[in-house]
């Protein structure tokens, strides 16, 4: 049988059921993906010279061996291995640890590298590999991301009897012209030098091509996406424009320039029988809502039905509950399902949603699973479109018919990158906010001045206001979090009582509780809500003019905006009092620009200047695609390049027939196919 990349990893040698599996969930399904899972670093095993090294620096010494090495068993399964390496004119200890195997490489005259950490104070080196000096590739040790139920050397192995089985079916995917063009590197030496390096100039020459290829191959995607999209009859919603602008009027507030224009856009879209896919970015209380609503609205006159979409059940409630109130004189059936509808429930709604009875679907992840029928879904509309992945859009799909498809977002991405990483999308923003509004002011302060804050907080309450407090994270452990959560609101009870109710919301609340703890903060039982993250997005409570933030330097300038955002939507003055004690510049430049600005496109470019790479919290969220190489930041540039190629390669006639394009053609093929977004 002839070998091919799609060849499943149960193929090679060595790779069972139980290591197979293990593979999968790293994402490795074909001999394919394993040789584009690349290392994430590279422990540099060159040799180097004594006199540069630093206390405690991982490094490679070369020398002969000057002693027979001497094994000390101490405990029941340890021991350590001594001996003396000659280097130039000085003698090293070097002692390796639980590693007596090594007795029989070492022998005394033998020229030998050591690999291991280096004590400048006793002049001695911690073994911990010893390798083969004359073989450049072993110098470079590729570390690739491991998991419990597979080990780094199992994949080192794995990706190294891949290489050298498969390596003469590696053929160029990008088309000639564009390798010559950027001169990239022949696909089968780029993966070779990804994996095994003989330099650094090596790894980084490799590096750039894989990045352009994976580049490329995104934007075709998209491209290739872009094109069936249009090509593909949508529905062209007709939709009823006199009674559209009637339900406008009945709004208590005139919308603002922007919503205007967003509405006109969407609207076009709606009409024109090709399919939408728009985002739609606005900051945080700029009134993305209010145009789901009238969009919906619009679709629901024309005979269809909608669906709105949100990331948590309280969100989703809370647009179920607003809704119901701005659709309250129309025709148009509200509906709310979530995972916590109860099954009688549930069934009469998916009868009456299979009968075309509900106009108006909102919930949670709900909307997409096996049993949800719809009689004639006509839009889908996801909030918080970054909480998502990014294949809702072909599971919405599969429920029936083209619905057109919009995407609400308030995660500030520098527009550039927006247009260029959501490159199968239009994009609409709404760039102003509803007048009246007042700017929140924002204040850090250290952690021992917190007191005072508390004081500023309690003239608030005093004034009839509600408060947000936000508790300090702890490092990835949610239940260490909870607790904190409530040793805070504790304490803060403590504080306020008798005249204040303090309430808590956290993660691990049942999503009853979770709303009790809501309707009673937005009813205004609770005066004061400490929380984790959960209330990041959305909720909106105009009473509330406090938002209190512990640790505030452990969050990204993108969260920290979205948890302001929470206040400052009513007409009273709101404030942001930041808690933290920064430790480096960055932290402290990061908590000044908090209290500098308010305009989260300007933070966003701010948190990309400061962080400089794909660590930048909105973007990570942000449901962009993650690359295996690319930096869709750093890398910018190249994925702009990546854009326009493949934007050219997709605007020539008949591209895919092209003797140049074929191994792209094929690739893409394979690619469309199993992320199920070819129909
Ligand atoms: P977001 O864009 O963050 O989702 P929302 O849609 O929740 O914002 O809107 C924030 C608040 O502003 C809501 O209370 C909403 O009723 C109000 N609002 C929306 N549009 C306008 C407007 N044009 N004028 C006044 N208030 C508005
Ligand atoms: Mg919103």
């Not at 149960?10 to 001999?31: D, S, Y």
């Not at 969260?559 to 933290?580: D, F, N, P």
């Amino acid at each position: 049988m002839t070998k091919t990349l799609t060849d499943p990893v149960g193929e090679l040698a060595g790779v069972g059921p139980a290591r197979q599996k293990a593979l999968v969930e790293l994402g490795i399904n074909t001999v394919a993906d394993l040789l584009t899972y690349y290392p994430f670093r590279y422990d540099d095993l060159q040799v180097k010279d004594i006199n540069e090294i630093a206390d405690q620096e991982k490094v490679t010494l070369k020398g002969t061996v000057a002693s027979e090495p001497v094994l000390v068993r101490f405990g029941r399964k340890k021991n350590r291995l001594n001996f003396r390496l000659l280097i130039d004119h000085d003698v090293y200890m070097v002692t390796f640890f639980n590693q007596p195997y090594l007795m029989k490489q070492i022998e005394t005259g033998q020229a030998l590298a050591v690999y291991g950490k280096w004590d400048a104070k006793r002049s001695s080196i911690t073994g911990m590999k010893i390798i083969n000096p004359n073989n450049a590739e072993e110098a470079f040790g590729s570390i690739y991301p491991a998991s419990k139920s597979i080990k780094q050397g199992t994949i080192q192995k794995l990706v190294k009897q891949a290489y050298e089985a498969y390596q003469d079916s590696i053929v160029d995917v990008v088309p000639e012209p564009l390798i010559a063009k950027y001169r990239l590197l022949p696909r089968q030496q780029m993966i070779h030098d990804m994996h095994f390096p003989i330099s650094q100039e090596a790894s980084a020459a490799a590096r750039r091509s894989a990045t352009y290829e994976e580049f490329l191959m995104f934007q075709m995607q998209m491209q290739v996406l872009k094109r069936s999209d249009h090509d593909t009859d949508g529905i062209a919603i007709h939709y009823d424009n006199e009674r559209l602008k009637a339900f406008i009027k009945t709004l208590p507030f005139e919308l603002t320039h922007a919503q205007k224009r967003v509405v006109n856009e969407i609207c076009l879209d709606l009409k024109s029988p090709k399919h939408m896919n728009r985002l739609l970015q606005g900051d945080v209380g700029s009134g993305k809502t209010i145009v789901a609503a009238i969009v919906m609205y619009a679709a629901i006159t024309a005979g269809y039905q909608t669906a709105l979409m949100a990331p948590t059940e309280i969100l989703a409630e809370q647009h179920a509950n607003n809704l119901a109130r701005v659709f309250a004189d129309t025709p148009v059936n509200v509906a709310l399902l979530t995972g916590s509808t109860k099954p009688a429930a549930r069934k009469t709604l998916l009868a009456a949603l299979a009968a075309g009875e509900i106009n108006l679907l909102i919930g949670t992840h709900a909307l997409i699973q096996d049993g949800v029928d719809y009689a004639n879904l006509g839009l889908v509309i996801t909030d918080e479109q970054h909480r998502f992945g990014v294949n809702q859009r072909a599971a919405f799909r599969q429920k029936g018919g083209q619905p057109d498809a919009l995407a609400m977002t308030a995660t500030p991405i520098p527009r550039t990158l927006a247009i260029t990483a959501y490159g199968e999308m239009d994009v609409s923003e709404i760039d102003e906010l509803p007048a009246g509004r007042q700017p929140i002011q924002t204040t850090w302060v250290r952690s021992n001045q917190a007191d005072n804050a508390l004081v500023f907080v309690r003239k608030q309450l005093v004034a009839g206001s509600q408060v947000y407090v936000v508790t300090p994270l702890i490092e990835e452990s949610e239940t260490l979090d909870v607790k904190n959560a409530e040793a805070l609101s504790e304490n803060l009870q403590t504080y306020f009582a008798p005249d204040y109710t303090v309430g808590l919301l956290h993660g691990r609340m049942k999503p009853e509780e979770k709303e009790a703890v809501m309707a009673d903060f937005k009813a205004g039982k609770i005066q004061l809500l400490v929380s984790t993250t959960v209330i990041e997005v959305g909720v909106d409570v105009k009473n509330a003019t406090v938002m209190m933030i512990y640790d505030a330097d452990r969050f990204g300038l993108a969260q920290l905006h979205q948890l302001r955002g929470r206040v400052g939507r009513g007409q009273k003055a709101s404030y942001c009092i930041l808690v933290a004690d920064p430790k480096n510049q960055q932290g402290i430049e990061r908590m000044q620009i908090m209290t500098e600005t308010t305009n989260g496109f300007v933070l966003a470019q701010k948190d990309l200047e400061l962080r400089g790479s794909g660590e930048v919290l909105g973007v990570k969220q942000s449901g962009m695609p993650s690359f295996k190489v690319g930096d869709p930041i750093a890398d910018l540039n190249v994925l702009q390049v990546a854009q326009q190629d493949a934007h050219a390669i997709v605007a020539t006639p008949k591209w895919d027939q092209q003797p140049e394009n074929q191994a792209l053609a094929h690739y893409l093929k394979g690619k469309l196919a199993a992320v199920g977004t070819l129909d």
